[in-house]
T-cell receptor, first 115, second 114 residues
Framework: GAVVSQHPSWVICKSGTSVKIECRSL??????MFWYRQFPKQSLMLMAT?????????EQGVEKDKFLINHASLTLSTLTVTSAHPEDSSFYIC???????????FGPGTRLTVL | AQSVAQPEDQVNVAEGNPLTVKCTYS??????LFWYVQYPNRGLQFLLK??????LVKGSYGFEAEFNKSQTSFHLKKPSALVSDSALYFC????????????FGAGTRLFVKA
């Protein structure tokens, strides 16, 4: 299988600050990564598709200026939550697509708490 | 609209008994089908997938799933449940139209009692 890591695994920040979450594919190159948000006891909601070297594609209703995504290399995508507010508190999960397996490999998730 | 349905919020089963977690989908064409398991505060772990071929797919930890094209279902099964199987299970479908965009079901919580 393939390994995808996320850092940090959890973060607590003050309202108004920005938080960056990293998603790395450790043993393969991923041209496409995805960012999901999961509310308690709910399913995963796709936020955006991150493509290496190009702009991310955001799902309807997701604020692109608030959730900045950068996919600067084939092994790293970052999600920055800008001017975070308590309602941004959630579990954020990334995944990396691996073409030869026809599937996504998921990171362990990042728990964000905004005070 | 494309969708994935997991009709049961929760499934309760006694240890040692067989378990089934249901999934139906409404996606055109020949989608790829997946099952994932999630433990508290963790990411998703892959269990199994159906791409093509044999309708019965065997996966990790003794799980298997049966693809039924006519009923557009992909139910997850295990012959003998373990307490450690207690977790949140997600069915997911990828429309196979290019890219890996995936539609997730709402999830089913499985409780296995000792």
């Amino acid at each position: 299988g393939a390994v995808v890591s996320q850092h940090p695994s959890w973060v607590i920040c003050k309202s108004g600050t920005s938080v960056k979450i990293e998603c790395r594919s450790l043993d393969f190159q991923a041209t496409t990564m995805f960012w999901y948000r999961q509310f308690p006891k709910q399913s995963l909601m796709l936020m955006a598709t991150s493509n290496e070297g190009s702009k991310a594609t955001y799902e309807q209703g997701v604020e692109k200026d608030k959730f900045l995504i950068n996919h600067a290399s084939l092994t790293l995508s970052t999600l920055t939550v800008t001017s975070a507010h308590p309602e941004d508190s959630s579990f954020y999960i990334c995944s990396a697509a691996r073409t030869e397996y026809n599937e996504q490999f998921f990171g362990p998730g990042t728990r964000l708490t905004v005070l | 609209a494309q969708s994935v349905a997991q009709p049961e919020d929760q499934v309760n089963v006694a240890e040692g008994n067989p378990l089934t977690v249901k999934c139906t989908y409404s996606v055109s064409g020949n989608p790829y089908l997946f099952w994932y398991v999630q433990y508290p505060n963790r990411g998703l772990q892959f269990l199994l997938k159906y791409i093509t071929g044999d309708n019965l797919v065997k996966g990790s930890y003794g799980f298997e799933a049966e693809f039924n094209k006519s009923q557009t279902s992909f139910h997850l099964k295990k012959p003998s449940a373990l307490v450690s199987d207690s977790a949140l299970y997600f069915c997911a479908v990828s429309p196979n139209t290019g890219g890996f965009k995936t539609i997730f079901g709402a999830g089913t919580r499985l409780f296995v009692k000792a």
